[in-house]
């Protein structure tokens, strides 16, 4: 399984950019999808999930300002981030769950990073003020 994520850049404060991941060698459409990202000195961090089934949930810190989406037809996972800040600054990483159309759904499960097997190489976003 190989997951390939691309649309990093810099960005002005209040700014947008969207990320994408391409997922090769699983079933695309049976598996949730994970956004973490990973500041500088800091642990990696959950941003965004999107469930098989098209759910999604999101860290307080990006909720109302970042889109995760799918199109299952591409194998293709998107993060649209808008009103960008400079606390946004990270490596982005997608990430395939480790389970077969999971059932459990909710932030609480989807926010360990345990809950994911395969990850891409990242991409970084860099927000200035």
């Known amino acids: 399984v190989q997951l390939q994520a691309s649309g990093g850049g810099l960005v002005q404060a209040g700014g947008s950019l969207r990320l994408s991941c391409v997922v090769s060698g699983r079933t695309f459409s049976n598996y949730a999808m994970g956004w973490f990202r990973q500041a500088p000195g800091k642990e990696r961090e959950f941003v965004a999930v999107?469930?098989?089934?098209?759910?999604?949930a999101y860290s307080d810190s990006v909720e109302g300002r970042f889109t995760i989406s799918r199109d299952n037809a591409q194998n293709t996972v998107y993060l649209q981030m808008n009103s960008l800040k400079p606390e946004d600054t990270a490596v982005y990483y997608c990430?395939?769950?480790?389970?077969?159309?999971?059932?459990?759904?909710?932030?609480?499960?989807?926010?360990?990073?345990?809950?994911?097997?395969?990850w891409g190489q990242g991409t970084l976003v860099t927000v200035s003020s």
């Open positions: 990430t395939t769950d480790r389970v077969y159309r999971r059932v459990a759904f909710g932030r609480a499960t989807y926010s360990r990073d345990r809950e994911y097997d395969y």
């Open positions: 999107i469930t098989w089934s098209s759910r999604t």
